[in-house]
């Protein structure tokens, strides 16, 4: 059984530019949640999708958004990118209140 | 504004002895908290989940306790070994139970010498 996984693992973007990032949860899983996570900090929660809709979401700006597949499958997109945006983005998915992460994309942004 | 804070510096301890991580929390009323360990450039690996009304949970080597009068909880590595040098991250419930979106700490670096 894969656990969640991420693409790209890595990826290099210039400021202004536009990202979109990819996340297949774990098998049976039907919640996915994104989080942020900056150079020696905890993740940051972004948001969390449920039945296709954006269930909850964190102190983020809205050029962050994002989407879910009818196979749970999740994408986040970050418009107009800023250096601040330079991170590692995680994704996790869930069933019950047990979070499964994946390896995450590393976020440059020059 | 709520507030997670675990012990600001790394923890070396030797190998066999029992490793103590510190989370506090303020602003909160969590339904549960979670303990989380993550190895550099992978993410999060879920450890143990603990309920308000609970007090203690073991899993193997592990122990967390919650009190939720202090606000704090405990993370016990007991008889640690090498292999358990990482960073461990507490995290609680943002929304009151409700999507199970969690708030994470900055995390303890633990690192266990032989």
């Known amino acids: 059984d894969a656990g969640v996984t991420q693409s790209p693992t890595h990826l290099i973007k210039t400021r202004g530019q536009q990202v979109t990032l990819r996340c297949s949860p774990k098998s049976g899983h039907d919640t996915v949640s994104w989080y942020q996570q900056a150079l020696g900090q905890g993740p940051q929660f972004i948001f969390q999708y449920y039945e296709e809709e954006e269930r909850q979401r964190g102190n983020f700006p809205d050029r962050f958004s994002g989407h879910q597949f009818p196979n749970y499958s999740s994408e986040l997109n970050v418009n107009a990118l800023l250096l601040g945006d330079s991170a590692l983005y995680l994704c996790?998915?869930?069933?019950?209140?047990?979070?499964?992460f994946g390896p995450g994309t590393r976020l440059t942004v020059t | 504004s709520q507030k997670i804070e675990q012990n600001s510096e790394a923890l070396n301890i030797q190998e066999g002895k029992t490793a103590t991580l510190t989370c506090n929390y303020t602003n909160y009323s969590p339904a549960y908290l979670q303990w989380y360990r993550q190895d550099p450039g992978r993410g999060p690996v879920f450890l143990l989940l603990i309920r308000e009304n609970e007090k203690e949970k073991r899993k193997e080597r592990l122990k967390v306790t919650f009190d939720t009068t202090l606000k704090q909880s405990l993370f016990h590595i007991t008889a640690s070994q090498p292999a358990d040098s990482a960073t461990y991250l507490c995290a609680l419930d943002i929304f009151s139970n409700s999507g199970y979106a969690l708030n994470f700490g900055k995390g303890t670096s633990l690192l266990v010498t032989p």
């Open positions: 996790a998915s869930s069933l019950l209140d047990e979070q499964y």
